[in-house]
């Protein structure tokens, strides 16, 4: 079974995001950048077909040349190989136009299963997956919590998280699929496997690479643009409660039904 | 002169890093107070590929090089000294002489199960009257057709308990000191091996210690490492490799007591604003920073060098020497800063403090490192060459 995994560098959530000062997109000096933890779960799951019907799991990435360090974490997991979509053409272009890229990447690839994490956890867009689908002509399921391949390989019953319940879904392969972070553990990447990694070329391509111009892909072709990024309000002091237990209860019970009006 | 980790390098810390985070720390204390052998933990550790980091790959190792070994070992040790322990002597004390000088049948018989976690590994040089004298060693080896008999005993072995395969040194030969020492490849399978005393200690308590007695046991001729009276040499070669290790678990323990220091200098609240706006306390965060740092740099230069394939006995003595005064004072530190808390089990710097005494003893105690640097620094034709 061939797989391909969709991969993203995304600043480490843990880490404190500063807004450059004119609002156009996020400071990275000193940032810490990590594979989307989505995508985590995406190579792991992948990495679990390749274990459990044998084949290749190569993982794409489009963005600066930084992200190779994303692929080789993936890499270092076990994955087969990596190709990175790497053009200062695409600065500027929207989720439609790296799907499109994605897209004519993957179309070059053997792929009986593309998986994308549910979302990326810098814009929460959760839209590359779906764009995706459209693009390869593939059907899709998204939001993956719980993977069934049947015995063959082809085709899956997945169960999505939706409100209020679990809706269960059967895709024939190729398919393509996005997943939750609850789908599975991801593994750590071995020292052998980092070291392995290590030696692995990951193959760069540019848009001309590809047959694709700017015009269709970068930002003259996008359908949305970032008006600005503004960091969220400061939260206020919390208020705190003075008093014996009995005096201190009542003030609560008072603040939820008369001010947050939640009692 | 270039100060930067390899992109491997920082890789490798990182992975280890959130490893220990997630899958040692949350069981430190408990592991502490309730002493058992962490062998979940050592299966992941294995899986991870650290319980046979240098070991080449074509044997099951990590094949990684030393800077990634001690970078690794303070991580480990950072979330638990008594699991980085066990780890330690399965790499330095264990798979190393035995990748050295073990030969290539040896390599293939033994060198797999230890780095996949099947086997575990043990070290028996100290006995009851020999710690720091250990060239003096009294167990004895004697031929007997196709085996080696070996009789003595064996004490303060780490993994004494779990180990299946051990390191033996026995004196096979008449000669006097290290000549007459050589080293075997024991198995606990082998008839003559037991455990005996197992030690109630201070510190790294999830990690055994114990006695090992050889009664008659009988080794067969091929499990003799190196040749015939090279043991001294080995066994002081292999300490080499240990000392990085005990370096790393003291550079670990140290940022430990720091970075929990710091954290509650930054929260504890007293007269009106916290104690990290105090002087008094922000000299102790300096000095147990400046410390810590000057720890970790002698400990990867030690490292740089055994990687380089210089000799590097000096360099590892320093630094296992002035990391582990090091932890010892940063943690002596760590529990002043906490005051009363410092002194109770609800906070990990008392274990800290426990852990890290050991660390000024295994594996050669500070004096036997001054003894070596100091043999360095005057040079043999002052002190001689013990």
Known sequence: ?263 | MDFQLTDEHRMIQATVREFATREILPRAAALDHSPTFPAEIIQKAAALGLMGMMVPERFGGAGVDAVSYVLVQEELARASAGVQTIITVNNSLVCDPIAHFGTEEQKRRYLPRLCSGASLGCYCLTEPAYGSDAMSLQTSARRDGGEWVLRGTKIFVTNGVEADICIAYARAGPEPGARGISAFIVEKRFPGISVGKVEKKLGIKCSSTAEIVLDDCRVPASNLLGEPGTGGKIALSTLDGGRLGIAAQAVGIARAALEEATAYAASRQQFGRSIGEFQAIQWMLADMATRTDAARLLMLRAAYLRQQGTRYTREASMAKLFASETAMWTTHKAIQIFGGYGYIQDYPVERYFRDAKITEIYEGTSEVQRLVIARHVLGKNVIGDA
């Open chain 1, 1 to 263: 079974m061939n797989i391909v995994v969709c991969v993203k560098q995304v600043p480490d959530t843990e880490a404190p995001i500063r807004i450059t000062p004119d609002g156009s997109g996020i400071d990275e000096t000193g940032l810490t950048l990590v594979m989307n933890y989505y995508d985590e779960h995406a190579t792991e799951a992948g990495l679990r077909l390749r274990e459990q019907f044998g084949g290749t799991v190569t993982l794409v990435s489009v963005g600066p040349e930084r992200a190779r360090e994303a692929l080789r974490t993936g890499l270092a997991m076990g994955a087969d190989d990596a190709v990175l979509v790497s053009d200062p053409a695409l600065n500027g272009a929207d989720h439609l136009g790296i799907a499109r890229v994605l897209a004519a990447v993957i179309k070059t690839l053997p792929h009986d299963a593309v998986i994308c994490g549910k979302l990326s956890t810098d814009d929460n867009a959760a839209t590359i997956g779906a764009a995706l689908a459209e693009y390869l002509g593939l059907p899709q399921a998204t939001a993956v919590a719980h993977l069934e391949v049947d015995a063959a390989g082809t085709g899956a019953v997945v169960h999505r998280e939706v409100e209020g319940g679990v809706e269960v879904v059967a895709v024939p392969f190729p398919a393509l699929l996005t997943v939750e972070r609850s789908l599975n553990e991801p593994r750590y990447p071995s020292l052998p496997g980092i070291m392995k990694a290590k030696r692995k070329e990951i193959k760069i391509l540019t848009l001309e690479n590809l047959g694709l111009t700017a015009a269709e892909v970068g930002v003259a072709a996008a359908r949305t643009a970032l008006v600005r990024l503004s960091p969220p309000p400061a939260r206020k002091a919390g208020r705190i409660v003075e008093g014996d237990t009995e005096q201190a209860v009542a003030a609560i019970l008072a603040f939820l039904k008369d001010e947050a009006k939640v009692l």
